[in-house]
């Protein structure tokens, strides 16, 4: 929040300050009472639910292939590979611009692709699983999350743990008290935040604020979670050759 306000405004805001004192004053002295206003409900309990993450990719023989040499591709950050597979159609945002065009821009590998978050991202929602169209045999879909998230949890905040005994700390810092440990289960997302202090190879670690079963409030680094309206994409098999149609963030 900006800071340093001008000295006429702190006038003004005593001035405001001193007239509400003397009304309140008034209004008591006529025996009025004033009422607390009511805090904010808190969110309703969850149950405790595993996370659940089915791969079909074993359903087509030549989508299981075509995945791994991706995923080898994106280890080794091959661009060459990555957009051979990349539909000129493909859709990346739900405005701005679309296509090839759209998703070199998106992920920042045009001037320095080296250092694209696609790297590192892409990899990781693969690995959860792709499930294939109902009615469409050549069509896949990643992550197939088929997780029964709880009423109770919105869905901007239906959020999965997707890792085995996952700390969760009390602070945005690893060196803080760990409250829990977590594997494939849901919790519910608060917010994310950046590590005040902690870095990793010069930059902040970026972390999950969450409540967990108990109701406790607590944090997770940002790379063990996935939120139902985060990153997700498909591929669709054009003669012969799979390509990504989308790969695309929100709702």
């Given at each position: 929040m900006k800071k340093g306000i001008q000295e006429n405004r702190n006038s003004r805001?005593?001035?405001?300050?001193?007239?509400?004192?003397?009304?309140?004053?008034?209004?008591?002295?006529?025996?009025?009472?004033?009422?607390?206003?009511?805090e904010k409900p808190a969110a309703k309990p969850f149950i405790r639910t595993k996370a659940e993450f089915i791969d079909e990719a074993g359903k087509d023989p030549s989508f299981r292939e075509f995945r791994e040499q991706l995923l080898i591709a994106l280890q080794k950050k091959d661009l060459k590979f990555l957009m051979e597979h990349v539909d000129n159609g493909i859709r990346v945002s739900f405005d701005g611009p679309q296509g090839i065009e759209g998703f070199m821009k998106n992920w920042g590998l045009?001037?320095?692709?080296?250092?694209?978050?696609?790297?590192?991202e892409l990899p990781i929602i693969l690995k959860l699983g792709s499930g294939f169209a109902e009615n469409n045999k050549t069509a896949?879909?990643?992550?197939n999350d088929q997780s029964k998230y709880p009423d109770t949890i919105q869905d901007y905040q239906q959020t999965a743990?997707?890792?085995?005994?996952?700390?969760?700390?009390?602070?945005?810092?690893?060196?803080?008290?760990?409250?829990?440990?977590?594997?494939?289960?849901?919790?519910?997302?608060?917010?994310?935040?950046m590590a005040p202090s902690a870095t990793k190879n010069g930059m902040k670690i970026p972390w999950a604020k969450i409540e967990i079963y108990s109701g406790k409030i607590g944090y997770v680094d940002e790379k063990f979670v996935y939120n139902a309206w985060g990153l997700r994409g498909s591929f669709q098999n054009k003669n012969g050759i799979w390509k990504m149609t989308t790969l695309i963030a929100g709702d």
């Open positions: 805001n005593l001035a405001r300050l001193i007239g509400f004192a003397i009304i309140c004053l008034a209004l008591l002295s006529v025996g009025k009472i004033f009422q607390a206003i009511p045009i001037l320095e692709p080296e250092k694209s978050e696609i790297w590192i896949v879909g990643f992550p743990i997707i890792a085995t005994d996952v700390p969760v700390y009390s602070a945005p810092d690893p060196k803080s008290q760990v409250i829990d440990k977590l594997s494939w289960e849901i919790v519910r997302l608060q917010t994310f935040e």
